[in-house]
């Protein structure tokens, strides 16, 4: 997965918007007003994805390339280098994940208004 597809497959979920509100090179995915995935355009890929806590230690145990969230509140967020070690459908499924953990966050409205 390289950072083009990265980036396509966030957009193909529902109200999404993608923007720079740090700085030039970090490329945010918000849905709601809400970030559900960060990755940086500079140096090597990785994805900063919102996970349950339970399963952010699983999956950190489980995956080398899995760390606590880079920059990040670590129990609710792991950075994932997209370095090959991981597959592509694997990574899209946690990228669902952390889509629909956001949207579970909205109010009642605000999801209505997505759905």
């Known amino acids: 997965m390289n950072i083009e597809e990265l980036r396509e497959y966030c957009l193909t979920k529902k109200a999404v918007i993608e923007c720079f509100p740090f700085d030039e ?23 900063n994805l919102k996970c349950d806590p339970e399963k952010a230690i699983e999956l950190r145990e489980q995956y080398p390339s899995v760390k606590p969230g880079y920059h990040m509140n670590k129990k609710l967020w792991n950075t994932v280098e997209i370095d090959g070690s991981i597959g592509d459908n694997l990574i899209k499924s946690w990228i669902d994940d952390s889509y629909n953990l956001v949207i579970l966050s909205l109010t009642k409205k605000q999801r209505e208004g997505i759905e």
């Open 25 to 47: 090179v970090t490329l945010v995915f918000k849905v709601g007003g809400k970030m559900f995935a960060l990755t940086n355009l500079d140096g090597d890929l990785s994805i």
